[in-house]
């Protein structure tokens, strides 16, 4: 059974910046992808950002330029940098590691960006 445990959630105010772990019990180079998903209240989990195994990255628009996802295979680490942080940004963030055949997801961590 794989686990993932996220942190550096948080309350901070807008403009300001967290930093997010995700830290995997299995080496992560075996994903496919390790994703960063968010849900806020009342919405549907959505794709914040991705790094493939070979470290090509994809952004959701609303981020693109603001947050950055980044890896350390040696640690089975995965780090979303978040700036420029806006109230919008608020909610549960999720890690995700693709295995194609299956996902396996953290339990969340909570940000709130208060404005």
């Known amino acids: 059974q794989v686990q993932l445990v996220e942190s550096g959630g948080g309350l901070v105010q807008a403009g300001g910046s967290l930093r997010l772990s995700c830290v995997v019990s299995?080496?992560?180079?075996?994903?496919?992808?390790m994703g960063w998903y968010r849900q806020a209240t009342g919405k549907q989990r959505e794709l914040v950002a991705r790094?493939?195994?070979?470290?090509?990255?994809d952004y959701a628009d609303s981020v693109l330029g603001r947050f950055t996802i980044s890896r350390d295979n040696a640690k089975n680490t995965v780090y979303l940098q978040m700036n420029s942080l806006k109230p919008e940004d608020s909610g549960v963030y999720y890690c995700?590691?693709?295995?194609?055949?299956?996902?396996?997801w953290g339990k969340g961590t909570l940000i709130t960006v208060s404005s």
């Open positions: 995700n590691a693709d295995e194609r055949i299956m996902y396996y």
């Open positions: 299995r080496t992560i180079t075996v994903f496919v992808s």
């Open positions: 790094i493939t195994s070979g470290g090509s990255t």
